[in-house]
């Protein structure tokens, strides 16, 4: 089994990992303990093998959900990949992968490439002519 979830690179430390692209929709993890009701809080702990300094997830309900702890950025990494285990403190489950694609922000300023032109304007020139064209 595995679950997909969405962040955007601009989202702030805090924010709970979406289920779609649109980021509409809290990514919601289910944990069960089949010895507790269905109803109750089943009181396992979750945890991520890897990337915990960078998600974590909350540990009651029985919806969890993934936050996120530091800042992402779509062009140092475009995916995260981790394994999540669930425990009521004797067993374990098997283990889920969770996928999340960091979505694209407008996040750079745009720049000039570095470009070196040297243009020579004539004193004859008249007003309005154009010196240079930047494509």
Request: aromatic share 6%.
């Amino acid at each position: 089994p595995s679950y997909q979830g969405y962040v955007s690179e601009s989202s702030p430390v805090g924010t709970t990992i979406s289920a779609s692209s649109n980021l509409t929709a809290p990514l919601g993890i289910i944990a069960l303990d089949n010895d507790i009701e269905e109803s109750k809080d089943p009181l396992v702990t979750v945890t991520l093998d890897d990337l915990s300094t960078i998600f974590d997830i909350t540990q009651t309900g029985i919806t969890r959900y993934l936050r996120l702890l530091k800042p992402v950025d779509r062009e140092k990494q475009m995916t995260y990949t981790f394994t999540m285990m669930a425990s009521d403190g004797i067993q374990e489950s098997m283990r889920v992968t969770v996928n999340i694609l960091v979505i694209d922000a407008n996040d750079n300023t745009p720049i000039f490439g570095e470009v070196s032109d040297t243009v020579e304007v004539f004193t004859d020139m008249q007003p309005g002519k154009t010196v240079l064209q930047v494509v």
